[in-house]
């Protein structure tokens, strides 16, 4: 009998996991990065390497990348890697919330297309994994 990954509670929970630490980081990153806009390309990366919130958004990612390669042992790549596209909508979401950047319709109307996708490809597991079932 061949071993068939499945979208378990577990899983899904490191999914959202690794999630929550990739936005974290990428907001964290960005609020870092901020205050070095305009200043020479040799400053920004000194400035990057010398940053706390820096090297704090870098430990997030390497939480959220350890989290991920579980989450790879467990389950088809053709399904995590859409679910792991929360990363979109949420760092879209929160910059628009946390860092007042602005979304406008058309942006939040691909967030929607994101959401639909998640969606489609979550179903679909779930139905590929009742078919797989044993029938008592």
């Known amino acids: 009998m061949v071993h068939r990954p499945r979208l378990d509670g577990q899983t899904l929970l490191m999914v959202a996991w690794s999630v929550t630490m990739t936005v974290t980081g990428q907001?964290?990153?960005?609020?870092?990065?901020?205050?070095?806009?305009?200043?020479?390309f040799v400053d920004v990366v000194l400035g990057a390497v010398v940053s706390p919130l820096v090297w704090t958004g870098a430990l997030l990612y390497l939480l959220s990348t350890v989290t991920w390669l579980v989450v790879l042992s467990r389950i088809d790549l053709s399904v995590a890697y859409p679910m792991g596209s929360m990363n979109y909508v949420l760092?879209?979401?929160?910059?628009?919330?946390?860092?007042?950047?602005?979304?406008?319709?058309l942006r939040m109307a691909g967030l929607g297309l994101i959401l639909?996708?998640?969606?489609?490809v979550?179903?679909?597991e779930r139905?590929?994994?009742?078919?797989?079932?044993?029938?008592p």
């Open 122 to 124: 979550a179903r679909s």
């Open 91 to 105: 760092v879209v979401l929160l910059s628009a919330t946390l860092l007042d950047e602005n979304v406008g319709l």
């Open 116 to 120: 639909v996708g998640i969606l489609v």
């Open 127 to 135: 139905r590929a994994s009742r078919r797989l079932e044993p029938v």
């Open 27 to 40: 907001l964290v990153l960005r609020h870092a990065m901020s205050g070095l806009a305009d200043q020479p």
